[in-house]
C-alpha cells in the first residue's frame, strides 16, 4: 500500500525544507503572510493546495491525521486528503478531535478545544484581508508593512451603513498580535473567538496564491469592530436537531421543497460524540445505533 | 486680497529651494524656490508642459526631486525636509495634515464604497473607531459642501461631476489639514458647476485658514482664489507676485500674453 513509488506524504525532503522554512518565519512573524514556492499538487486549486502542502511539510510518521470540510470529516474533499496521506506518508486517520495531532480543515474549527500537541492546518483561498478593497497587491503590502489599516475598517462601515449591522459573516478580518491585520480564511465569524489564545498552532496555507502564514499558539487575535458595534459570533437559534447541542456551529440543512429545514452541527464529530454519549435532538433517531440503516432523516 | 499682515509673526509652513526635476535630458522644472505661508493660497500657472504638475509632485513629496529641497513645519513645529521622512511618516502626514485634490475625483476617491466612507477613511485611518461619531463628521462635511445627506450611503460613481470634486474636497478636509495641493480642481466642469465649486472652496479656505498650493491653467481661478501667483514657462518660474499685480500689470512678455489671452468678459 505504502510503496515507495513516492516519497514520504508526497513532496519531495528538498520542498520540505522550503515549506518548512516559510512556515518558521511566519511562526516567528504572526500574521504576516511569507511567499512561498508554491508547488503543483495532484489536486484542482481550490481543494486545499495550500493546506495539503503544509501538512506534507509538517506530518511525521507518528502523526495522527484529521481532515474536515466544512466541519465534516465525510466530504469528498475531507476523505481524498486523509486518503492522500494514508497512501502517500502511511500515517494513521481519524475522524475524532481529541486523537488527532494534525487537522486540516477548511472553513471551520473543530467544536472541541484544542490542545498544545495540535497542530491546525487551514486552507486558504485568498490570504490577502484588503484583496477587495485595494486590487494593487504592491499597495497592499505596503500597508501591511506600515500597518496602514484604515481601510479595513471601511468595509466595516459600508455593512453597516448599508444592512445595519456588520454583515460580514465569514472570512471576518482580525488582528494578530496587535500588528497584522488578517484574513482567517473563509470561517464563519463563530469561530473568530477560537483563535484567541488558542493552546495549538495555528498555520495557513493559500496554494494559488502561495502564501503561508500563522498564528503561534496563545498568541492575541482579535475581531475589528466599531465600539458602537462590537463584534459578535453568529449561530442559528435552535438547537441541533440531532444531538441538541446549543453551544455549536449550525448548517442549515433544507429537507424538502416545502419549506422545512433542520439544523445540525456542522462539526460532524462533536455532534456524533454527542449522540453516542446519549444526547437527543428532535429529529434524532432513537437509538443511535440504528442510524446506519436509514430512517433518519425527518 | 492679499493680507499684509500674513507673513508677519509667522514662519513658513512649506519652504522650496532651488528644486528641480529632470527625466533624462528635459529639465522638467528648474531651480524653483518659494516659501508659503499658513492660510496663503498660491497659484501656479502657466500652459500644458510647463512642469507645473510636476512641481506639484516634487512639493507633496510623490516625487524625488534631482536637485534641491523642500521642507515642511510639522504640526509639533519643527520644519523637516520631506526627502528625510521615512515612507510611513509621509504617508501618515499625507493623510492627516495634507490633502490632495486630483483634477479627475476617481483619483481621489473610491468610487465603489459610499460617499460617507470615502469622507471616515482618513478618520478610520487615523485610529477612530466609534461608528456613530465617524458617521456624523462625514454628514457634518457633506453638509459642508453642499451635498445631500440624503447621499450618504450612495457610491460616488452615482454621483454627477461637480458632486464628486466636492466630495473629494470634504475628503481631504475632514482630517483638518493645513495645506492642501491642488491639482486643476475645476477641469472639466462646466462653468456653472465650476463657479459654486471656485465659491465653495474660497469659503473654506478663509473658514479653515487653508494654505493651498493650486495648480491651474486657468486664470480666473487663480485670479479667485489665490493671494500669489507663480507663472511658470519651460520647468521655471518667470514671474511671481500678489495675484492682482500679476495678472493686471503683467511685467514678463509670456505673462503679458497668457493674461491677453483671456477672453474679455
Known amino acids: 500500500m505504502n510503496a515507495p513509488a513516492y516519497n514520504f506524504a508526497y513532496l519531495d525532503e528538498q520542498t520540505k525544507r522550503m515549506i518548512r522554512r516559510a512556515i518558521l518565519k511566519a511562526i516567528a512573524i504572526p500574521g504576516y503572510q511569507v511567499p512561498f514556492a508554491s508547488r503543483e499538487m495532484p489536486m484542482p486549486y481550490g481543494?486545499?493546495?495550500?493546506?495539503?502542502?503544509?501538512?506534507?511539510?509538517?506530518?511525521?510518521?507518528?502523526?495522527?491525521?484529521?481532515?474536515?470540510?466544512?466541519?465534516s470529516d465525510d466530504t469528498t474533499n475531507a476523505i481524498s486528503i486523509r486518503k492522500f496521506f494514508a497512501k502517500t506518508a502511511g500515517?494513521?486517520?481519524t475522524t475524532a478531535t481529541e486523537e488527532a495531532t494534525v487537522i486540516q480543515t477548511r472553513h471551520r474549527i473543530p467544536?472541541?478545544?484544542?490542545?498544545?500537541?495540535?497542530?491546525?492546518?487551514?486552507?486558504?483561498?485568498?490570504?490577502?484581508?484588503?484583496?477587495?478593497?485595494?486590487?494593487?497587491?504592491?499597495?497592499?503590502?505596503?500597508?501591511?508593512?506600515?500597518?496602514?489599516?484604515?481601510?479595513?475598517?471601511?468595509?466595516?462601515?459600508?455593512?453597516?451603513?448599508?444592512?445595519?449591522?456588520?454583515?460580514?459573516?465569514?472570512?471576518?478580518?482580525?488582528?494578530?498580535?496587535?500588528?497584522?491585520?488578517?484574513?482567517?480564511?473563509?470561517?464563519?465569524?463563530f469561530d473568530n473567538p477560537k483563535m484567541d489564545n488558542c493552546p495549538a498552532l495555528q498555520l495557513f496555507g493559500a496554494g494559488r496564491e502561495k502564501r503561508i502564514y500563522?498564528?503561534?499558539?496563545?498568541?492575541?487575535?482579535?475581531?475589528?469592530?466599531?465600539?458602537?458595534?462590537?463584534f459578535e459570533p453568529y449561530r442559528f437559534n435552535a438547537p441541533c436537531a440531532l444531538c441538541g447541542a446549543e453551544d455549536s456551529y449550525l448548517d442549515e440543512i433544507v429537507t424538502d421543497d416545502k419549506g422545512s429545514r433542520m439544523f445540525v452541527c456542522s462539526d460532524t464529530d462533536y455532534c456524533e460524540g454527542r449522540q453516542a454519549a446519549g444526547h437527543h435532538g428532535s429529529l434524532s433517531a432513537a437509538p443511535y445505533k440504528d442510524k446506519a440503516q436509514g430512517g433518519a432523516n425527518g | 486680497m492679499a493680507d499684509p499682515d500674513l507673513h508677519e509673526n509667522e514662519e513658513p509652513l512649506l519652504v522650496a529651494t532651488s528644486l528641480s526635476k529632470s527625466f533624462g535630458r528635459i529639465a522638467a522644472c528648474r531651480d524653483v524656490?518659494?516659501?508659503?505661508?499658513?492660510?496663503?493660497?498660491?497659484?501656479?500657472?502657466?500652459?500644458?508642459?510647463?512642469?507645473?504638475?510636476?512641481?506639484?509632485?516634487?512639493?507633496?513629496?510623490?516625487?524625488?526631486?534631482?536637485?534641491?529641497?523642500v521642507s515642511y513645519r510639522m504640526r509639533d513645529g519643527v520644519t523637516r525636509d520631506l526627502a528625510t521622512l521615512g515612507e510611513a511618516e509621509r504617508r501618515f502626514l499625507f493623510r492627516t495634515d495634507w490633502g490632495f485634490v486630483h483634477q479627475d475625483p476617481a483619483q481621489g476617491l473610491r468610487m465603489a464604497v459610499s460617499a460617507g466612507a470615502n469622507v471616515g477613511e482618513r478618520l478610520m485611518a487615523v485610529g477612530w473607531n466609534h461608528?456613530?461619531?465617524?458617521?456624523?463628521?462625514?454628514?457634518?462635511?457633506?453638509?459642508?459642501?453642499?451635498?445631500?445627506?440624503?447621499?450618504?450611503?450612495?457610491?460616488?460613481?452615482?454621483?454627477?461631476?461637480?458632486?464628486?470634486?466636492?466630495l473629494q474636497i470634504a475628503r481631504n478636509l475632514v482630517t483638518e489639514p493645513r495645506l492642501v495641493f491642488m491639482d486643476e480642481p475645476t477641469g472639466g466642469l462646466d462653468v456653472s458647476v465650476q463657479a459654486r465649486l471656485l465659491d465653495l472652496l474660497r469659503s473654506l479656505v478663509a473658514e479653515l485658514h487653508l494654505a493651498v498650493i493650486i495648480v491651474t491653467h486657468d486664470l480666473a481661478v487663480a485670479r479667485l482664489l489665490s493671494h500669489r501667483v507663480m507663472v511658470m514657462k519651460g520647468g521655471r518660474v518667470i514671474e511671481t507676485g500678489l495675484t492682482d499685480q500679476v495678472l493686471d500689470d503683467p511685467r514678463e512678455p509670456y505673462t503679458q500674453l497668457l493674461v491677453s489671452s483671456i477672453l474679455p468678459p
Open chain 2, 131 to 166: 461608528y456613530g461619531r465617524i458617521r456624523d463628521t462625514a454628514s457634518d462635511w457633506l453638509t459642508r459642501v453642499e451635498i445631500d445627506v440624503a447621499r450618504i450611503d450612495d457610491a460616488p460613481r452615482t454621483y454627477s461631476g461637480g458632486m464628486r470634486q466636492r
Open chain 1, 47 to 71: 481543494w486545499g493546495t495550500g493546506g495539503v502542502q503544509v501538512t506534507a511539510a509538517i506530518l511525521g510518521p507518528a502523526d495522527v491525521l484529521k481532515v474536515i470540510d466544512q466541519g
Open chain 1, 111 to 189: 467544536e472541541a478545544a484544542l490542545s498544545e500537541n495540535q497542530v491546525l492546518v487551514y486552507q486558504v483561498p485568498i490570504p490577502e484581508p484588503l484583496r477587495f478593497l485595494e486590487p494593487r497587491e504592491t499597495e497592499t503590502r505596503r500597508m501591511h508593512a506600515l500597518a496602514e489599516y484604515g481601510l479595513m475598517h471601511v468595509k466595516l462601515y459600508e455593512d453597516i451603513a448599508r444592512f445595519g449591522h456588520i454583515a460580514t459573516a465569514y472570512a471576518y478580518p482580525v488582528k494578530v498580535n496587535a500588528r497584522y491585520v488578517m484574513d482567517p480564511s473563509p470561517t464563519p465569524k
Open chain 2, 33 to 69: 524656490s518659494f516659501a508659503l505661508y499658513p492660510g496663503e493660497v498660491l497659484a501656479i500657472v502657466g500652459e500644458s508642459g510647463s512642469g507645473k504638475s510636476t512641481l506639484l509632485q516634487l512639493l507633496s513629496g510623490q516625487l524625488a526631486a534631482s536637485g534641491g529641497h
Open chain 1, 214 to 230: 500563522a498564528i503561534p499558539p496563545y498568541t492575541q487575535v482579535v475581531s475589528l469592530d466599531f465600539e458602537d458595534h462590537p
Open chain 1, 91 to 93: 500515517v494513521a486517520t
